[in-house]
């Protein structure tokens, strides 16, 4: 899970600037389960061996790392984000078939049609409320078509104690309801809606295709 810094709902999550907190930050709130969530999200978002695969939001690199494995020597992922201390840890760890920008979801430096699939995971909240459907947008946009689409937001807990606690600790990311919202963003910006799900402990997923 992402770190918050406590902002004003229009103004977004912001960005995370240390990434070995953020690591184990990350291990913590996934209860010790986060290579498995992050296997499952790469399954769920289809890539295949040979594709061009665009993480936005990609912090540590942790997730397109286990992508460049998915598609292999013959593909190709880039990372995208918009901390400059998380691009240089994510280029440290980083195998050959990964690549790292600078950039903002909302604006992304890429070319029409660049990529077969886009994930984002976590990211949506931290952009400026007036900034998503921008970023949804622009994730259309360097999509070919027929290219696939994964997002995973924070999810609020059925149980209202346990809501109460995640509001506490994960704060913005739960207001307003992420699933509920990229419900609305996703279709609007382009996309058709293939399939919504949850994974353990706190994730919404929401799978679309260009």
């Not at 992304?108 to 699939?117: E, K, N, S």
């Not at 382009?190 to 949850?198: N, S």
């Given at each position: 899970m992402k770190l918050h810094h406590h902002t004003d709902h229009a103004e977004g999550a912001g960005p995370i600037l240390r990434p070995r907190l953020y690591e184990v930050v990350?291990?913590?709130?996934?209860?010790g389960r986060r290579r498995l969530v992050s296997i499952r999200l790469v399954a769920l978002s289809g890539a295949r061996r040979g594709d061009h695969v665009l993480d936005v939001g990609c912090g540590t690199g942790y997730l397109t790392r286990l992508l460049a494995r998915r598609v292999g020597p013959?593909?190709?992922?880039?990372?995208?984000?918009?901390?400059?201390?998380?691009?240089?840890?994510?280029?440290?760890?980083?195998?050959?078939?990964?690549?790292?920008?600078?950039?903002?979801?909302?604006?992304?430096?890429?070319?029409?049609?660049?990529?077969?699939?886009?994930?984002?995971c976590l990211a949506v909240h931290h952009l400026p409320a007036a900034a998503r459907g921008t970023a949804l947008r622009e994730m259309f946009r360097v999509l070919r078509p027929g290219g696939r689409l994964l997002i995973v937001?924070?999810?609020?807990?059925?149980?209202?104690?346990?809501?109460?606690?995640?509001?506490?600790?994960?704060?913005?990311?739960?207001?307003?309801?992420?699933?509920?919202?990229?419900?609305?963003?996703?279709?609007?910006a382009?996309?058709?809606?293939?399939?919504?799900?949850?994974l353990r402990p706190l994730l919404h997923y929401i799978l679309a295709v260009r």
């Open positions: 990350s291990e913590i709130g996934f209860a013959e593909g190709h992922v880039t990372g995208l984000d918009v901390a400059q201390p998380m691009i240089e840890h994510a280029r440290a760890r980083a195998p050959g078939t990964c690549a790292y920008v600078l950039g903002e979801g909302q604006a992304l430096p890429f070319p029409d049609a660049r990529f077969d699939v886009v994930v984002s937001e924070l999810r609020p807990p059925a149980n209202r104690l346990a809501a109460r606690l995640a509001g506490v600790v994960a704060g913005h990311a739960l207001r307003p309801s992420m699933p509920d919202l990229l419900a609305e963003l996703v279709p609007a382009g996309f058709r809606v293939e399939g919504t799900g949850e």
